[in-house]
Structures are given as C-alpha cells and as structure tokens.
C-alpha cells in the first residue's frame, strides 16, 4: 500500500508531516509517495533564461525546497517505511517552451530534465529505493502540448523525457527502481487515453506494430524498471467502466489490457521487460459528504477502496496498490454544480477538520465480499499492521444482533453461507467504524 499526500506529508508543517506519518504507519502502511518539484526546487524559475548552475548538483537548488523532503523521508525511514519520490511536475520557465503559467509543463527540455534527476537521485540514493519519472504525462494538467494539429505529441516529449532521465538516474542510484508511466486513468480533459499513449510511447500502430517513420525512425526500446498507473474508477464500483469511457481508458476494471499490451510489447522488443511489472500508485474515491458530487458517501467509498484492493490483488503482475490521500483538500463551493462542486479532492483518511473518515478504520484492514452464485460468497481481506502470521477471525450476522464466525485462523477458509446473508457480510466493514477507534498498537485493531 503506497499513500501519497503532498499537501499534508509536504506543505502543511513538520507537526501535521508527523501525525499523518504515524497514522500511516500505525494502520500498516509501508511506503509513502512524495514530489520532489522541479519548480519549487530549481534556482530562478521564472526567469526565461537558464541561469548558470550545475544541475546535477543538488545543493545548487533551493535549500528550503528539499527541507519538507527530507523531513518526511526521516520520518518514514525511522518507521521503516519505503519511500517513492516523483521527479516531477512542474517545470522551471527556463526549461520549457516560454511556458510562464503558474504551472510551466509545455514543451519540457529533456536535457534539463535529466540534470534534474539526476540531481534527486544523488541527495536520496541512500534513503530512497523507488523513483517515478514525471506524473501523468497523458493529462494536460502535467504535460503540454498533448495534442496539436490531430497529432499526438505527449508521448514523444515524454519519450524524450525517459530516454534521457532513465539513464541518469541509474548512475546515480544503480539499485533504485525507477518507474515510468504513471499514467491517468482516462483520456478526458483533452488527455490523451492511456493505451494510446502507451501505444505511441512505444512506436506502435493500433495493431501494435512498430512505427519506423517520423519522431520514430530511430525509436529505441522504452527503458524502466517498472510502469506506473492511476486506474481511478470514480464515478463507478471498481468493476465497472464509465459508459463514457474509450476503448483505451483504463480504469481498474481494465487493468488486464494494460498488463496484456505491456505484456506484448515486451515481448516484440518495444520496451524493456521489466516494464512488465505494474505498480498502483495512485487510487481512490471521493465521499460526499463532503463533496455533493461524489457519487459515494463516506461508508461506501471505504468499502469501494477494499473492493479496488480485492481486484488488484488479483493480479500478481500488481506490485503495489495506493490510497491518495490522507487529510480531505478543503475545496471551494462552485456554483452548486453536481459534479465536482468542490474542485479539490475529497478522498483522505481524514475529513477537513482532521477527524477521521470511515476509511481511516477500513485502511488497516480491508475486507471485501462478493456473491459468487446462490450458495457460495467470496471474502478477500488484508491484514496490515504487524508481521508474519496474524490470526484473524471475521465474523458474519443474519440479524445485526447475533454474531458467528466465518473465519478464525491463520488459512484461508472456503465458506459456505447462505446468498441472503451476503448484504449483511459485505457491510459489516463499512458499519465497524461507527463504534470502532484507530489502532494505537499493531495489536490493537477493533
């Protein structure tokens, strides 16, 4: 399980960093994704012109700008936990295409963007195993121009990205995996989907054949130790796809044809085999409250992320999965709009004001049930806190009164047990948490 929270683990002070640390740590999880930003980082980034620095050097950056890094990453190592850092958004003005936004991202130097991370890799070799190139390069919100002229033209800056960031990472952090990828889950927004994005990032048609002309005439086998993706599922259960999603959206309900193509892929020579390996690191859902446009209250959105975490659990290609984020963005009223009336992102651990969700109780310990036909409901279920064998017993109501056990021990049962019973076993997660409080102990989850 990889959390990531810029916000509260980067910007909210070193008190909130730690409290949301040891939350995390507290319910089990293992790993915490942050953003090292290029532009918060790099000297002079609104200047139109490069300024003269050595930008492999990290202590040619902001010093203040890797504090929140580095405090976040010794509060996780001390708890040992994993850390994933993204070499990522946004650019400095310098480094890209006269792009001087508040939030520079088009036409990125790969050059300079190598320099970059190579300069991460060198301050975090020792501290940190994973990094991840760049941050949904088929949204428009991270990378431009995505497409012009009815050309795409995300996947080539961002091949040019990889091929010269890859490589400089790897001098710098030989054992470090280095993910690519990170893509959304959907095209929309004048994004690009991401199996198409996948497609021309290798230099494929839509048979998966290769490409030999244009930008890809000297097209060389994509490079990367794992791929990343973000397979929301928001306004749907996680087994289902919007019905207005393209045939090359990948919500999680379709994270077989994006194992498949890579898959294939590989096996063509267009990418490195490792990129075989699929890494979830970022999911989740929304609640209403606090967010009239969610399409999920506070109680079943926890129950949609346990049961996103059966089906990726399904997969052994899936190395990872991921809860983003901790603490609810607070967000703006906008115009009483039903879809996305607040425009931040209400997903967390935690509402607003820091009291705790549903979900904060459900992390721990997810437990997901599905009718499997008349007689027969499956469970999946995950125990986080501690290590090796843990006893676990889970039990089931009729009548919300009387209670027997399903499951007491340390193998998977195979249960037999009454279809009528499965509303009853597929809520009693979601209804624990109304009497239940958070884990002080990894001994101690109720």
């Known amino acids: 399980m990889v959390v990531q929270d810029d916000a509260e683990l980067l910007f909210a002070g070193e008190k909130h960093a730690e409290q949301a640390i040891e939350l995390l740590d507290r319910s089990g999880v293992r790993a915490i994704r942050l953003t090292a930003g290029w532009s918060q980082l790099a000297p002079d980034a609104r200047a139109d012109t490069k300024p003269k620095f050595d930008g492999t050097d990290p202590s040619a950056y902001q010093a203040e700008g890797w504090e929140p890094i580095d405090h976040a990453i010794r509060e996780a190592r001390e708890r040992e936990m994993a850390v ?13 295409d006269g792009d001087a936004t508040a939030r520079p991202r088009r036409g990125i130097d790969a050059e300079d963007f190598a320099e970059f991370a190579r300069a991460v890799a060198r301050r975090y070799r020792d501290e940190v195993g ?14 431009l121009p995505q497409r012009e002229g009815g050309r795409n033209l995300s996947p080539g800056v961002y091949r040019n990205m990889v091929a010269a960031a890859y490589p400089a990472v790897k001098d710098e952090a030989p054992e470090s995996t280095v993910l690519v990828g990170g893509l959304a889950a959907h095209g929309r927004r004048d994004g690009i989907p991401p199996l198409e994005f996948l497609r021309d990032l290798a230099c494929v048609d839509g048979r998966l054949r290769p490409v030999a002309t244009g930008e890809c005439a000297d097209y060389r086998p994509l490079q990367g130790d794992g791929f990343a993706h973000h397979p929301y599922s928001t306004r749907t259960r996680p087994d289902q796809v919007e019905r207005s999603a393209s045939p090359d959206d990948v919500p999680i309900a379709r994270i077989r044809r994006l194992i498949g193509t890579l898959d294939r892929l590989a ?4 990418i490195s085999p490792r990129l ?18 969610a399409p999920f209250n506070p109680e079943r959105s926890a129950r949609m992320m346990a049961f996103g975490e059966a089906l990726a659990a399904r997969e052994p290609r899936v190395r990872t999965f991921a809860q983003f984020i901790v603490r609810d963005l607070p967000g703006t009223e906008a115009g009483g709009q039903p879809v996305g009336a607040r425009p931040d992102w209400q997903s967390g651990l935690l509402f607003a004001d820091r009291r705790p969700k549903p979900l904060a ?11 499997v036909d008349s007689q027969f409901v499956r469970l999946w279920g995950r125990v986080r806190p501690g290590e090796g064998p843990r006893r676990v017993r889970i039990e089931a109501s009729r009548d919300g009164r009387s209670w027997r056990a399903l499951v007491d021990g340390l193998d998977p049962v195979a249960v037999k047990w009454g279809a009528r019973g499965q509303a009853r076993a597929a809520g009693a997660v979601a209804d624990a948490p109304r009497s239940a409080s ?9």
Do not use: C, K
């Open 84 to 96: 994933i850092v993204d070499i990522a958004f946004w650019a400095p003005v310098w480094a890209t």
């Open 130 to 143: 994973t990094f991840t190139l760049w941050n949904e390069p088929n949204h428009p919100g991270f990378l």
């Open 267 to 270: 096996a063509t020579g267009r």
């Open 276 to 293: 075989r390996q699929l890494y979830i690191t970022e999911y989740a859902y929304e609640s209403n409250p606090p967010d009239p446009g």
């Open 361 to 371: 109780f459900v992390l721990p310990a997810p437990l997901h049930a599905e009718r």
């Open 438 to 446: 958070l884990p002080a102990r990894e001994n101690e989850l109720r």
